[in-house]
């Protein structure tokens, strides 16, 4: 009896603690003292994959290896660990934190293989390559993951590969800004972080509640011991449960005004990764606040603005539209387009049309929708200055400099 009163005393304790913290601020920056920063592929694309893989990491292979699941471990309803071992048992070579390895999964009522990347969740000192992948509502290969594959189960992997990576050799203030599952390569990055004590380290985390909240106790207890990492939690819709001020710091969605006056100074070097739109919309922000791009790193794990367009109809050979309009051709799919002011890229355009080209991070970074220039040149969306590029280029981010033939 007086231990049930006992708990019922420090329960309503945090209750009253929760609602004093509510009643002070619903911002959660302000729960803090600010922090002085300046101190403080189709199998007809996979061989250019893997040769752009093999490019990233010297000692890495080309194409997929054989490995095995050798432990899953539930992480949250919807979130599982896979510890991945090369079958063959040779020694796996070294990646960077931040770097993700693609998988080659064989589904059942898929004509081809499905391509997924997934970021690696541990340091690079594991002895094998882990992955933490989140379940999304219908969704084809995560669900297979989840449901079909357990310990034993063999995997095609592709080498470590991608282009967003700690820069272990900086020893400027570090802010890492991840939305949900956009957790995983952070995972990694902060193992490297603990090795260096003298570079500030910021994580803000942003996830719905306590329940999605994965490797709470590990995050807590690196904040806990290495000093110079400072972690920050965001429940966007907090359980009943969670406790303001002690599960978490606040509600408030991250926007660059909210880092401003956490943070004091934007003099750091930015990563972030989450939801396309999460992070499309943070380097925006950052942008516009002088943050100079060279220090700002991301990577979107797909959802809402990298769905692929719907195919429009559209006759099987030559759109007509003004002549002054920029013409592109799909070789092989015997299509001519127009491309239009205003479209994002030439994988947009070329979806739009019906045009198949694979894609998996539709970012830039995997290699996977690279195809051949016949004809014509393309440029960088995002890229600085107007340099035009030849022979072959990354529809996910290229648009075309006057009439292009493409091999698609
Ligand atoms: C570089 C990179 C690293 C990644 N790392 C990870 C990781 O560490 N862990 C992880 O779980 N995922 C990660 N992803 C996302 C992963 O590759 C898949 O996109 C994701 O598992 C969904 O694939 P699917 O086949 O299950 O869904 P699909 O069948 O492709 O999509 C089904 C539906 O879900 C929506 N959808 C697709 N992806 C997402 C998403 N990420 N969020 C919300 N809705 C989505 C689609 O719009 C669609 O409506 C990463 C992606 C990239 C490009
Ligand atoms: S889809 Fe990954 S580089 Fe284009």
């Not at 599960?247 to 070097?269: F, K, M, P």
Request: negative net charge.
């Amino acid at each position: 009896m007086q231990l049930v009163g006992l708990i019922l005393g420090l329960t309503a304790l945090a209750r009253i603690a929760q609602l004093a913290y509510e009643y002070y601020s619903r911002r959660w920056e302000n729960l803090l003292p600010a922090i002085d920063v300046e101190q403080a592929t189709a199998d007809a694309v996979e061989t250019s994959t893997a040769t752009k893989l093999l490019k990233l990491s010297s000692s890495a292979w080309a194409g997929f290896r054989r490995f095995v699941v050798a432990a899953k471990i539930r992480e949250s309803a919807d979130v599982v660990t896979f510890h991945l071992v090369p079958q063959d048992g040779k020694p796996l070579p070294a990646f960077r934190p931040g770097q993700y390895v693609m998988l080659g999964l064989k589904i059942p009522g898929q004509k081809r293989t499905i391509r997924r990347c997934y970021s690696l969740s541990s340091g690079p000192s594991a002895e094998c390559y882990q992955v933490t992948v989140k379940q999304v509502p219908e969704g084809l290969a995560s669900t297979h993951l989840h449901d079909k594959v357990d310990v034993g189960t063999p995997l095609n992997v592709a080498a470590p590969a991608g282009s967003f990576h700690l820069n272990e050799t900086s020893s400027k203030p570090l802010v890492m800004i991840s939305g949900g599952i956009g957790i995983t390569p952070f995972l990694s990055m902060l193992e490297v972080t603990t090795k260096q004590p003298e570079r500030r380290v910021i994580f803000v985390h942003s996830v719905r509640n306590g329940r999605e909240h994965i490797r709470k106790e590990e995050l807590q207890e690196l904040a806990d011991t290495f000093h110079q990492i400072r972690i920050i939690t965001i429940y966007t819709a907090p359980d009943d449960c969670d406790i303001l001020g002690i599960d978490y710091h606040g509600s408030e969605r991250i926007t660059v005004d909210s880092l401003v006056r956490l943070l004091g100074s934007l003099d750091a070097e930015f990563y972030l990764c989450g939801s396309a739109a999460m992070t499309k919309s943070l380097t925006v922000q950052l942008k516009d606040w002088g943050v100079p791009e060279d220090s700002i790193q991301s990577e979107g794990f797909g959802g809402a603005t990298s769905v692929p367009a719907a195919p429009q109809p559209v006759p099987a050979t030559t759109v007509v539209s003004s002549p002054a309009a920029t013409q592109v051709t799909f070789q092989q799919s015997h299509k001519t387009v127009f491309w239009h002011p205003g479209m994002e890229t030439i994988l947009e355009l070329a979806e739009s049309h019906g045009v198949p080209i694979n894609s998996v991070c539709r970012s830039g970074d995997c290699g996977a929708c690279r195809i051949g220039i016949l004809a014509g040149c393309v440029q960088y969306k995002d890229s600085c200055g107007d340099s035009c590029e030849e022979g072959s280029c990354l529809p996910c981010r290229a648009q075309p400099v006057g009439d292009l033939v493409l091999n698609a």
